[in-house]
């Protein structure tokens, strides 16, 4: 056998070797490793369950969406009950009273309605028909007989608002009970005027 063709063996084998070497080699960006692995699907499940948290976090109370309602149509006919008076009464102490109401509770609708927006809780506008029938009966006294009948619904009205109030004082939603908070020592203070004036009247 001669060198020369000793020396063509030698260089064929070596090319077959590292051929081999470069077939079997592994890809990294082909084969993540396991902490790659690992993160995707931790990732997807964290978000889900964060995303199902503020969902369910985002959702009112039963308990809160009465008490929207409620608190909406009382302040509602407290404001017309209140114009009323205002232009009815002949007793100047029963119209500032009546002014106050509307100012109040104006205010205190308006802030109703905004939280109650941010909550997705939709609100009436308007008084209902229950509550159209009272005022129009209402309207239709004269004199002495629609201050104490204005002032006996005022009174009525107020001790049911300061008792719905202070149960949404308490609430789960500290949004909720910080209005309620908010709005409470107001309340009580009409009931306190109201009771004053039907005593007086």
Do not use: C, W
């Not at 802030?111 to 939709?122: M, R, T, V």
């Not at 129009?136 to 005022?154: C, M, N, S, V, W």
């Not at 608002?161 to 308490?170: D, I």
């Not at 209005?179 to 203070?189: D, I, V, Y």
């Amino acid at each position: 056998m001669t060198k020369g063709f000793v020396a063509v063996l030698i260089l064929l084998a070596a090319g077959g070797m590292a051929q081999a070497q470069s077939t079997s080699a592994p890809n990294p960006a082909a084969a993540p490793g396991p902490g790659a692995q690992s993160d995707g699907p931790t990732r997807a499940t964290g978000t889900g369950a964060g995303s199902a948290q503020s969902a369910s976090a985002a959702k009112p109370l039963a308990s809160d969406q009465k008490f929207f309602k409620k608190a909406a149509m009382a302040g509602l006919s407290e404001v017309a009950a209140g114009n009323v008076a205002a232009r009815q009464s002949s007793n100047q102490k029963v119209k500032d009273f009546a002014q106050q109401m509307v100012s109040d509770h104006g205010s205190a609708n308006e802030g109703l309605q905004q939280l109650a927006q941010q909550k997705g809780i939709p609100l009436p506008t308007a008084p209902d028909a229950k509550q159209k029938k009272a005022l129009d009966a209402l309207a239709q006294k004269q004199g002495a007989d629609f201050d104490h009948a204005y002032i006996e619904q005022q009174v009525k009205d107020h001790k049911q608002a300061v008792s719905l109030f202070k149960t949404a004082a308490k609430s789960q939603d500290p949004d909720v009970q910080a209005f309620a908070q908010k709005t409470l020592p107001t309340l009580e203070h009409h009931l306190e005027m109201a009771e004053q004036l039907k005593t007086s009247t």
